[in-house]
């Protein structure tokens, strides 16, 4: 692919060369995060591959990724059925550079039901995407990392990193640049991780920082939005020894929840 091109997810996504040990897609290195792929993206290729191979598997319902290692190369993608039940199918993926995994997954699917519990956990209240400023001032867009660019999103509320906040808090509208990347659920993981560790704001320099678990909990069957725009929320709750933990959470343009989650983060800084 050429580097210079402004490559969605859905063009990744759609063109990943078999191997003998599984599909290999190939990273721009304009989807890169320092020396390694954006971890939303890693987990949405995983996710891509699983849902390719075993087509029949219910709507996705959670996942716990992995981020093992920096994946410095195009990497082979596998999976395996852990578990077919009669209502949740459990299926362990991974994506290796040679023998050694650089992250894995566990995705689990499940059928809908009924049920006595519905409980709404509506977005807070915000301005329309027009009417936000741009997460990144021009004089910053060059110190962003790669794939950040890949994606529009505008600042709602908390701050942006390397404020010295009191608190760590980022609450923005965000979608894929590329319209044909905005579908599907992979389309959502992808994006699901695109805002900066909520821990970030409250520095004043810069350093290394790397998401290590991430838990992924779809709460909707229904993933359209208007315009492929998301609210996206990540709130710092805790930090200690070099480590932090954030909830993340993802509204539909409605103000509907669609995804709850959680990650741990190692800090260098």
Not at 2 to 11: K, S, V
Request: net charge negative; hydrophobic share 40%.
């Amino acid at each position: 692919m050429t580097q210079t091109e402004d490559i969605g997810f859905a063009q990744i996504a759609g063109i990943m060369a078999d191997t003998n040990h599984g599909r290999r897609p190939d990273i721009p290195e304009n989807w890169k995060q320092g020396h390694t792929c954006y971890g939303g993206l890693s987990a949405a290729l995983l996710l891509t591959d699983v849902r390719m191979i075993h087509v029949d598997v219910p709507p996705l319902r959670s996942a716990v990724i992995n981020f093992v290692g920096p994946v410095t190369d195009n990497p082979t993608l596998s999976s395996e059925v852990l578990r077919q039940g009669r209502n949740v199918t459990s299926i362990a993926a991974r994506a290796n550079i040679g023998e050694q995994a650089v992250c894995t997954a566990t995705f689990s699917f499940g059928a809908a039901r009924e049920s006595e519990l519905s409980v709404a956990f509506p977005a807070p209240d915000a301005p329309t995407p027009n009417n936000c400023e741009d997460f990144t001032p021009d004089f910053a867009k060059a110190f962003v990392p790669a794939f950040f660019h890949r994606f529009e999103t505008k600042l709602i509320d908390g701050h942006r990193p390397m404020s010295g906040a009191d608190e760590g808090y980022i609450r923005a509208w965000s979608r894929h640049n590329d319209p044909a990347s905005r579908e599907g659920i992979e389309s959502l993981l992808c994006i699901a991780d695109v805002l900066p560790p909520a821990a970030l704001p409250m520095f004043r320099k810069m350093g290394a920082v790397s998401s290590m678990t991430w838990m992924f909990n779809v709460l909707q069957d229904d993933l359209s939005t208007d315009d492929g725009w998301w609210q996206i929320e990540t709130r710092h709750t805790a930090g200690n020894s070099g480590y932090s933990s954030q909830v993340m959470r993802i509204w539909n343009s409605r103000g509907d929840l669609v995804v709850d989650g959680m990650q741990s983060v190692t800090l260098f800084v």
